[in-house]
């Protein structure tokens, strides 16, 4: 969670509690115009907090996909056994992708890209 999003979090919390706190305060017996004008700054400080919350909400970043992709090629070890078909150079996690839905791997050593066909033995 960033530093902003963090921030922004604490100022929709506080809105949000003096806004429950202005409604509460609505009901303790004062005149009934300051009981409204108590629900109107209620109204407005729970709006801001919601309306910061789903400003949060909607900036968030959906990376899933990216992230799926990475859990599925890693694995450090069988990595390490990987070697190039041209050039038999060591690939690293750098050199291999995931390209809708092939294994694609291109050797930094000699530059060949090619896509994974048979299954790697480990
Ligand atoms: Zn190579």
Do not use: H
Request: hydrophobic letters at 50%; one cysteine or more; proline letters at 4%.
């Amino acid at each position: 969670m960033s530093a902003g999003k963090i921030i922004g979090y604490i100022f929709a919390g506080i809105a949000i509690l003096f806004g429950v706190l202005f409604l509460i305060a609505a009901f303790d017996g004062r005149p009934v115009a300051q009981a409204i004008s108590n629900f109107i700054i209620a109204a407005v400080l729970i709006g801001i907090g919601v309306v910061i919350i789903i400003a949060i909400k909607m900036r968030e970043p959906k990376p899933k996909q990216e992230i799926i992709q990475k859990i599925d090629v890693s694995g450090d070890i069988a990595m390490e056994r990987l070697k190039c078909k041209n050039c038999g150079a060591l690939l690293d996690k750098d050199s291999i992708k995931l390209a809708e839905g092939a294994i694609i791997i291109s050797c930094p050593y000699c530059g060949t890209t090619y896509q994974m066909v048979e299954e790697p033995k480990w």
